[in-house]
């Protein structure tokens, strides 16, 4: 029987083949220190889950919640990027509440994408925003550029080779794998390019309070103008620890967050609403919880960075976000992320993500994620420096697992 047309339009999953020789190891007693999936380890903080325990033995509070979020959630979120940014949101018309920003992007494309509309996409980039797309019956046009002066000049190339022109444009900074950060100056040329040429901006801000260099990331709706033609979408998973709890937010232009709203309404009924209130207690809080979160990313970031540079594995420090984007070693370029990422798990019990899994034009690189204590990261290191200097004792027999098949 053939695959039904929209699971054909999507290629195999890369990291599910890094999952299963994963837990193929394990099975065999292994030990791996996994740096690969960013699912964050830390615990939600205590007033949160105490928040969460408080409202669920409201037997009222375990109907069916609100779709687009309830009131005073959709409050909380506009007077965090009030204090955040200086942005200006109304919670009625301008905020929407997602089940993460994950299904937030797949919604929005849901909503706006019409078959064969073309999407601007970065790449490497978070797969959902091209994939999302695609599902949708979008085009994707891949931008391999980074937030600098080659931008500009990339979205032209875009808008003048892409027939129909393009719908959206989608921005990821700080970045899911890259951990790049753009500037709000970066930002104004954007807005002022996507409104001369009528282009939708959706713009991935779910790293905005994982930052470590005092600089905190800024907001694309800071620009003005920018809510003429921008929605962002943001996520408390990293920032509050809460990836399991599923919830995120949609916000900007009124149009837009209409019709996600329109759409979600469905497909869902919401979240939980206790978990939409313990979320709203977070957004209400004093931004302690959130500078302790970062605190313990920096420290992690500054032992990896080290370590693996004393095991001969040079990282770039990321200035932001739960990730490094590391280029694969000298001697194990020419395999390409994943049967790189293979080897560490045979060879060194270190499972890291294959940048292959973000575009083609990660291929180079792996993705590495904050997401084990500084013990683990210590030990990480120690391995991956074992299985270098053995590789270069014995390069012949360090082959990628494929040839093993």
């Known amino acids: 029987m053939e695959e039904f047309h929209k699971v054909r339009r999507l290629p195999p999953y890369v990291f599910e083949q890094v999952n299963r020789l994963k837990a193929s190891a394990r099975s065999r007693g292994a030990d791996i220190i996994d740096l690969g999936m960013g699912n964050p380890d830390l615990p939600t903080p205590k007033a949160i889950v105490d928040k969460l325990c408080e409202v669920v033995r409201d037997p009222r509070t375990h109907r069916y919640s609100s779709s687009r979020g309830i009131p005073g959630l959709r409050r909380a979120q506009a007077n965090y990027y009030a204090r955040r940014f200086g942005v200006k949101l109304d919670p009625d018309s301008q905020v929407v509440a997602t089940l993460g920003s994950k299904e937030g992007f797949a919604n929005m494309a849901q909503a706006i994408t019409a078959?064969?509309?073309?999407?601007?996409?970065?790449?490497?980039?978070?797969?959902?925003?091209?994939?999302?797309?695609?599902?949708?019956?979008?085009?994707?046009?891949?931008?391999?550029?980074?937030?600098?002066?080659?931008?500009?000049?990339?979205?032209?190339?875009?808008?003048?080779?892409s027939i129909p022109k393009p719908l959206a444009l989608i921005l990821n900074y700080p970045s899911n794998p890259t951990a790049l950060v753009a500037s709000l100056d970066f930002y104004k040329e954007v807005v002022a390019f996507a409104r001369k040429n009528d282009i939708i901006i959706l713009s991935d801000l779910a790293y905005s309070e994982i930052y470590f260099d005092g600089n905190p990331p800024p907001s694309v709706l800071q620009v003005p103008g920018a809510i003429d033609v921008a929605v962002e979408f943001t996520s408390m998973s990293k920032t509050f620890s809460m990836p399991g709890w599923r919830m995120g937010f949609a916000v900007g232009n009124e149009r837009l967050i209409s019709a996600l709203t329109r759409v979600k309404s469905y497909l869902d009924y919401g979240a939980f609403t206790p978990i939409?209130?313990?979320?709203?207690?977070?957004?209400?809080?004093?931004?302690?919880?959130?500078?302790?979160?970062?605190?313990?990313?920096?420290?992690?970031?500054?032992?990896?960075?080290?370590?693996?540079?004393?095991a001969g594995w040079t990282i770039p420090a990321p200035a932001a976000s739960m990730f490094a984007?590391?280029?694969?070693?000298?001697?194990?370029?020419?395999?390409?992320?994943l049967e790189f990422s293979k080897l560490l798990i045979e060879h060194a019990d270190v499972a890291v993500a294959p940048g292959v899994g973000f575009g083609e034009h990660g291929d180079d690189h792996v993705r590495i994620a904050l997401v084990e204590n500084e013990h683990r990261i210590r030990q990480a290191a120690r391995n991956i420096k074992r299985f270098l200097a053995s590789s270069a004792k014995q390069p012949n027999n360090v082959v990628p697992l494929a040839a093993h098949r």
């Not at 509309?117 to 949708?136: E, K, Q, R, W």
């Not at 207690?281 to 970031?301: P, Q, S, T, W």
């Not at 984007?325 to 992320?337: V, Y």
């Open 115 to 161: 078959p064969g509309d073309v999407i601007l996409c970065p790449n490497p980039t978070y797969p959902i925003h091209a994939f999302g797309f695609i599902m949708s019956g979008g085009v994707i046009r891949s931008l391999q550029v980074e937030p600098d002066d080659g931008f500009i000049p990339a979205l032209e190339r875009g808008i003048r080779h």
């Open 325 to 337: 984007w590391a280029a694969i070693p000298e001697p194990f370029k020419h395999l390409g992320s």
């Open 276 to 310: 939409q209130v313990a979320a709203a207690h977070a957004l209400n809080g004093d931004g302690a919880d959130i500078a302790e979160v970062r605190d313990v990313y920096r420290k992690r970031r500054d032992v990896m960075v080290d370590a693996f540079s004393r």
